[in-house]
């Protein structure tokens, strides 16, 4: 028998005591120290809650300690953090937290069952494994299953559901009339009604594939893209605006809209969809990357380093929690201060995320020149060069006699041979590193030519650049583009020096550049340099220009040179020359800007670290680019990673054909949006805490179907309205609907209502006032200001420039358009993957009485008037085929008569777009 150690003895007496009971020599985890931990410790880590991440009711996760280390360390009870903080070692952290201190006795307890090796017998308690869960299990195609009714089945999709309709004893409905399919198909499908003339050509078109044509017309439509993208960009949160109490105009958002509704009518693979979207930039495709930043983002910055590190941690937690919902249907962004709670993703894997966006930014950047762009800068550069040597006779000042500025500076020397050219600063407009947008070297040709080009053949050099930074490389001094943001700076203080070696030795006599073309800034201007040139590298170097030659800085005001002509001729001729140099420098700076983007800047990023509890000021452990391992293992990097190629890793991880949530995310999305309700009821959540799948073999077939077919979603698409389910009837009956009362079992169409976007873009389009203008920068549905705090006050009035369709409208976040926002728009203040549908008096007053309605009640009117002639019968025919796609009944003709007589032909439009049929689709 082992006997009780002195040093405890005193303790042991002191319980029998206190207690009348007799205790055992040896500590016994169940009688002894389970009893103190329930009492005491269970409340704050127990199964109900686990403060820093500690739990002490399961030997392993109690063994594993919590995010201040180890509680427990067998054998070391000194070492254990549990017994230092029972006995108050750290007065900041005494534990319990709340309620009676533990005694001396029962701090005896735990530290002699932990010095007696902590031992914990198999009690029972278990933790059921996080990773064992149906959406990270491998995607498995299966076959459909068989079914009694093969007569009611279209495609394999039917088999699945009719499967499961007679496990439950349901039966589906019969098939919807044409008048029903076609303007169900084409509200789902593009978003608008049919025409009359389209629901007759079904009508009448008796091939065995009607249906199948009419579907395969509205895939290739225009319009389909721009129907789905909303889709898509409700769940990743797109705006026009910042957000935040600000919430100022974001005006170039839109190119990334533009970029996903041709992405969806490209039918752009979805794998590639992704990708691109992560890592444009490096695929030709920029404006995908607009995906990255385009939630909000608070643009007032704070001096206090604390709020401004908050602020940076909030950006890109942004971006790796609207990346895991968006693409992996996964709450990832709930393992930013501690283990997810549900879901197998760590504290560590979440940073491990941040680090692979920590090299990302808000901001705009300009989107590459087309080669038509640049053909056209060339030619513009030339054509503007001539001009400039026309006019050199007609200068009267000495134009190097003239001061340094900051927008553009000429320097004109005897023609020479050249091949190296050398820019060599030793001084700045204010001391710091010096900045230069272009550098320019002219031949002296018949037609002058920018040799310095890097698509001319100029290589440039420097001393060094401005490391950390993609507006401010080397590569910009000669990419023919002016401005700040593609400017190089040196990484030295007040000095530096650039060199372009040209394709080829060349007769120069003119040098242009400047420190910002747009006269944005007024910086790191060079204000004493010296221009050298060389037929070799090595020499010799002769001075043909320098800072020397000019006044004396003062502040950079621009001073061009002065002309004067002494004939009547001569005078006329200047006049012309000056106006088409005005001309072609405007030309010159607009092509050379190019377009802008807001699609996210990029730097390479330092360090990244845990943050304790996701406090910003609390760093914990470095950790290295990776991805979620529970997930999908392999996507793991080295600290110092170019931050592009981070990026590129995350795209392909996440389109990686063995990744289990990527296709399954996707297609139950498209599901969702043809059924109201997806596979998977909560779109971005396939955890733990997420819905369970109604069809978990159709979700994996339609996956699977997916991948093998190129992922390619307009054939998921065509395979979902094609099939028999999707075309029942939305009849209902007492005995299914008492059984699966949302239809989420499909046997029958579940009616939905149209979204604000349709109702709007129907009204238009019914009262023959839509623009199906495509692209571009949208229109606006809030009166202009310029307030530093953005004042939203919604417009009453509209004319033609607002009748395209609503996906096109800027969109500023926390704002709802004025009449239609009341439709449950979303307001990109975070990602929205299923809208609600409710029904307020709100949206009734604004259907009946806003301006909007009752204008295009009047254009209705018009298009029936001028349409079907003036007889009123005739009028409300075409009034239903418009909006209903359908004939008007006998009993609803004379109705609508009566009310047209009564209060005329607009108040029966009026009432026409408020109908439930024209809201509904069946």
Same mark, same amino acid.
């Given at each position: 028998?082992?006997?009780?150690?002195?040093?405890?003895?005193?303790?042991?007496?002191?319980?029998?005591?206190?207690?009348?009971?007799?205790?055992?020599?040896?500590?016994?985890?169940?009688?002894?120290?389970?009893?103190?931990?329930?009492?005491?410790?269970?409340?704050?880590?127990?199964?109900?809650?686990?403060?820093?991440?500690?739990?002490?009711?399961?030997?392993?996760?109690?063994?594993?300690?919590?995010?201040?280390?180890?509680?427990?360390?067998?054998?070391?009870?000194?070492?254990?953090?549990?017994?230092?903080?029972?006995?108050?070692?750290?007065?900041?952290?005494?534990?319990?937290?709340?309620?009676?201190?533990?005694?001396?006795?029962?701090?005896?307890?735990?530290?002699?069952?932990?010095?007696?090796?902590?031992?914990?017998?198999?009690?029972?308690?278990?933790?059921?494994?996080?990773?064992?869960?149906?959406?990270?299990?491998?995607?498995?195609?299966?076959?459909?299953?068989?079914?009694?009714?093969?007569?009611?089945?279209?495609?394999?999709?039917?088999?699945?559901?009719?499967?499961?309709?007679?496990?439950?004893?349901?039966?589906?409905?019969?098939?919807?009339?044409?008048?029903?399919?076609?303007?169900?198909?084409?509200?789902?499908?593009?978003?608008?009604?049919?025409?009359?003339?389209?629901?007759?050509?079904?009508?009448?078109?008796?091939?065995?594939?009607?249906?199948?044509?009419?579907?395969?017309?509205?895939?290739?439509?225009?319009?389909?893209?721009?129907?789905?993208?909303?889709?898509?960009?409700?769940?990743?949160?797109?705006?026009?605006?910042?957000?935040?109490?600000?919430?100022?105009?974001?005006?170039?958002?839109?190119?990334?809209?533009?970029?996903?509704?041709?992405?969806?009518?490209?039918?752009?693979?979805?794998?590639?969809?992704?990708?691109?979207?992560?890592?444009?930039?490096?695929?030709?495709?920029?404006?995908?990357?607009?995906?990255?930043?385009?939630?909000?983002?608070?643009?007032?910055?704070?001096?206090?380093?604390?709020?401004?590190?908050?602020?940076?941690?909030?950006?890109?937690?942004?971006?790796?929690?609207?990346?895991?919902?968006?693409?992996?249907?996964?709450?990832?962004?709930?393992?930013?201060?501690?283990?997810?709670?549900?879901?197998?993703?760590?504290?560590?894997?979440?940073?491990?995320?941040?680090?692979?966006?920590?090299?990302?930014?808000?901001?705009?950047?300009?989107?590459?020149?087309?080669?038509?762009?640049?053909?056209?800068?060339?030619?513009?550069?030339?054509?503007?060069?001539?001009?400039?040597?026309?006019?050199?006779?007609?200068?009267?000042?000495?134009?190097?006699?003239?001061?340094?500025?900051?927008?553009?500076?000429?320097?004109?020397?005897?023609?020479?041979?050249?091949?190296?050219?050398?820019?060599?600063?030793?001084?700045?407009?204010?001391?710091?590193?010096?900045?230069?947008?272009?550098?320019?070297?002219?031949?002296?040709?018949?037609?002058?030519?920018?040799?310095?080009?890097?698509?001319?053949?100029?290589?440039?050099?420097?001393?060094?650049?401005?490391?950390?930074?993609?507006?401010?490389?080397?590569?910009?001094?000669?990419?023919?583009?002016?401005?700040?943001?593609?400017?190089?700076?040196?990484?030295?203080?007040?000095?530096?020096?650039?060199?372009?070696?040209?394709?080829?030795?060349?007769?120069?006599?003119?040098?242009?550049?400047?420190?910002?073309?747009?006269?944005?800034?007024?910086?790191?201007?060079?204000?004493?340099?010296?221009?050298?040139?060389?037929?070799?590298?090595?020499?010799?170097?002769?001075?043909?220009?320098?800072?020397?030659?000019?006044?004396?800085?003062?502040?950079?005001?621009?001073?061009?040179?002065?002309?004067?002509?002494?004939?009547?001729?001569?005078?006329?001729?200047?006049?012309?020359?000056?106006?088409?140099?005005?001309?072609?420098?405007?030309?010159?700076?607009?092509?050379?800007?190019?377009?802008?983007?807001?699609?996210?800047?990029?730097?390479?990023?330092? !360090?990244?670290?845990?943050?304790?509890?996701?406090? @910003?000021? $609390?760093? *914990?452990?470095?950790? #290295?680019? %990776? +991805?979620?391992?529970?997930?999908?293992?392999?996507?793991?990097?080295?600290?110092?990673?170019?931050?592009?190629?981070?990026?590129?890793?995350?795209?392909?991880?996440?389109?990686?054909?063995?990744?289990?949530?990527?296709?399954?995310?996707?297609?139950?999305?498209?599901?969702?949006?043809?059924?109201?309700?997806?596979?998977?009821?909560?779109?971005?959540?396939?955890?733990?805490?997420?819905?369970?799948?109604?069809?978990?073999?159709?979700?994996?077939?339609?996956?699977?179907?997916?991948?093998?077919?190129?992922?390619?979603?307009?054939?998921?698409?065509?395979?979902?309205?094609?099939?028999?389910?999707?075309?029942?009837?939305?009849?209902?009956?007492?005995?299914?609907?008492?059984?699966?009362?949302?239809?989420?079992?499909?046997?029958?169409?579940?009616?939905?209502?149209?979204? !604000?976007?349709?109702?709007?873009?129907?009204?238009? @389009?019914? $009262?023959? *006032?839509?623009?199906? #203008?495509? %692209? +571009?920068?949208?229109?606006?549905?809030?009166?202009?200001?310029?307030?530093?705090?953005?004042?939203?006050?919604?417009?009453?009035?509209?004319?033609?420039?607002?009748?395209?369709?609503?996906?096109?409208?800027?969109?500023?976040?926390?704002?709802?358009?004025?009449?239609?926002?009341?439709?449950?728009?979303?307001?990109?203040?975070?990602?929205?993957?299923?809208?609600?549908?409710?029904?307020?008096?709100?949206?009734?007053?604004?259907?009946?009485?806003?301006?909007?309605?009752?204008?295009?009640?009047?254009?209705?009117?018009?298009?029936?008037?001028?349409?079907?002639?003036?007889?009123?019968?005739?009028?409300?025919?075409?009034?239903?085929?418009?909006?209903?796609?359908?004939?008007?009944?006998?009993?609803?003709?004379?109705?609508?008569?009566?009310?047209?007589?009564?209060?005329?032909?607009?108040?029966?439009?009026?009432?026409?777009?408020?109908?439930?049929?024209?809201?509904?689709?069946?």
């Amino acid at each position: 028998m082992k006997l009780v150690r002195p040093g405890i003895f005193a303790a042991c007496l002191f319980i029998v005591a206190a207690t009348s009971a007799p205790i055992a020599a040896a500590v016994d985890y169940s009688r002894d120290v389970r009893p103190i931990l329930e009492k005491s410790c269970y409340s704050c880590h127990g199964p109900d809650k686990q403060k820093a991440e500690l739990r002490l009711d399961v030997r392993s996760l109690a063994m594993k300690g919590g995010e201040s280390g180890a509680a427990i360390v067998p054998s070391k009870s000194s070492e254990s953090l549990l017994i230092k903080l029972v006995r108050g070692e750290d007065a900041d952290r005494v534990m319990p937290a709340k309620g009676a201190r533990l005694s001396e006795a029962q701090i005896a307890i735990l530290r002699e069952w932990i010095d007696s090796g902590a031992a914990w017998p198999d009690d029972g308690v278990r933790v059921a494994d996080k990773r064992d869960h149906w959406s990270l299990k491998p995607v498995v195609r299966v076959e459909p299953p068989a079914v009694s009714n093969r007569a009611w089945e279209r495609n394999a999709i039917d088999r699945f559901i009719l499967a499961r309709l007679e496990k439950e004893h349901l039966a589906p409905r019969r098939e919807a009339d044409r008048r029903t399919l076609i303007r169900r198909v084409s509200f789902d499908l593009i978003g608008l009604p049919p025409t009359p003339e389209e629901v007759e050509a079904f009508m009448t078109d008796r091939s065995v594939d009607a249906y199948e044509k009419v579907v395969d017309r509205l895939l290739a439509s225009p319009r389909f893209g721009e129907r789905w993208a909303r889709h898509w960009l409700d769940v990743v949160r797109y705006g026009d605006s910042h957000g935040f109490e600000m919430n100022q105009p974001r005006p170039n958002a839109w190119p990334y809209r533009d970029w996903v509704i041709r992405a969806l009518n490209e039918d752009m693979p979805y794998d590639q969809f992704v990708r691109e979207q992560i890592a444009g930039d490096a695929l030709g495709a920029d404006a995908a990357t607009g995906f990255l930043v385009a939630g909000p983002w608070d643009q007032v910055k704070s001096p206090d380093p604390a709020l401004t590190a908050q602020q940076r941690a909030d950006e890109l937690h942004d971006m790796v929690a609207v990346t895991g919902s968006a693409f992996l249907g996964l709450t990832v962004g709930c393992a930013r201060c501690h283990d997810h709670k549900f879901d197998p993703i760590s504290q560590v894997d979440y940073y491990r995320m941040v680090a692979l966006f920590a090299g990302v930014r808000h901001g705009e950047r300009a989107l590459p020149l087309t080669d038509e762009s640049k053909r056209e800068l060339a030619a513009s550069r030339e054509k503007l060069a001539a001009v400039e040597g026309k006019l050199t006779p007609f200068i009267v000042n000495n134009r190097l006699g003239l001061t340094v500025t900051f927008t553009e500076n000429e320097e004109r020397f005897a023609a020479v041979q050249a091949r190296f050219v050398r820019f060599t600063i030793s001084a700045t407009s204010n001391a710091i590193e010096p900045c230069i947008d272009e550098l320019e070297i002219y031949t002296a040709e018949e037609k002058p030519r920018n040799a310095a080009l890097a698509s001319a053949g100029g290589i440039a050099t420097a001393s060094g650049t401005y490391a950390g930074n993609p507006s401010h490389k080397l590569e910009h001094l000669n990419d023919g583009r002016y401005g700040n943001s593609q400017s190089w700076i040196s990484n030295q203080r007040g000095k530096g020096w650039v060199q372009i070696e040209l394709a080829a030795t060349a007769r120069i006599d003119r040098i242009v550049w400047g420190r910002d073309r747009e006269g944005k800034y007024r910086d790191r201007l060079p204000t004493s340099y010296a221009i050298e040139v060389a037929t070799d590298a090595a020499g010799p170097w002769r001075q043909v220009a320098g800072s020397e030659a000019r006044r004396p800085f003062a502040g950079g005001a621009a001073e061009g040179p002065r002309y004067a002509a002494e004939s009547a001729g001569d005078r006329e001729e200047l006049a012309r020359l000056l106006t088409e140099q005005k001309s072609l420098k405007e030309t010159v700076q607009r092509l050379g800007e190019g377009a802008k983007i807001y699609a996210g800047q990029f730097e390479q990023p330092g !360090a990244t670290h845990r943050l304790n509890r996701g406090e @910003a000021l $609390s760093p *914990k452990e470095a950790v #290295t680019p %990776g +991805g979620l391992a529970a997930v999908l293992p392999g996507l793991d990097l080295p600290a110092d990673a170019p931050e592009r190629e981070r990026r590129v890793a995350l795209a392909k991880w996440l389109t990686n054909p063995a990744n289990p949530l990527t296709a399954r995310v996707i297609v139950n999305r498209l599901w969702q949006h043809h059924f109201g309700r997806g596979l998977v009821a909560t779109p971005s959540d396939f955890g733990h805490m997420g819905g369970t799948p109604t069809h978990p073999e159709l979700l994996d077939w339609l996956a699977s179907e997916l991948a093998q077919g190129g992922w390619r979603m307009k054939a998921i698409h065509r395979l979902i309205v094609c099939s028999a389910a999707y075309r029942q009837s939305s009849d209902s009956d007492p005995t299914a609907r008492a059984a699966d009362g949302d239809a989420s079992l499909l046997w029958r169409f579940p009616p939905q209502r149209l979204q !604000a976007e349709s109702i709007r873009d129907s009204i238009l @389009a019914v $009262s023959g *006032k839509l623009d199906l #203008t495509a %692209g +571009g920068p949208g229109f606006d549905f809030f009166k202009p200001n310029t307030n530093y705090v953005r004042v939203y006050e919604p417009k009453e009035d509209f004319s033609p420039a607002e009748f395209r369709r609503m996906i096109y409208a800027q969109k500023p976040r926390l704002q709802a358009d004025g009449v239609f926002g009341a439709f449950d728009c979303p307001d990109a203040g975070q990602t929205q993957p299923r809208r609600a549908s409710s029904t307020t008096p709100l949206q009734a007053m604004n259907l009946l009485n806003s301006r909007f309605v009752l204008q295009q009640s009047e254009f209705l009117a018009e298009r029936l008037r001028r349409d079907a002639g003036e007889d009123a019968a005739a009028q409300v025919g075409l009034a239903f085929r418009l909006a209903f796609a359908r004939e008007v009944t006998e009993r609803e003709r004379e109705a609508a008569v009566v009310l047209i007589r009564g209060h005329g032909l607009a108040a029966f439009c009026r009432a026409v777009f408020n109908a439930n049929e024209f809201l509904y689709v069946q």
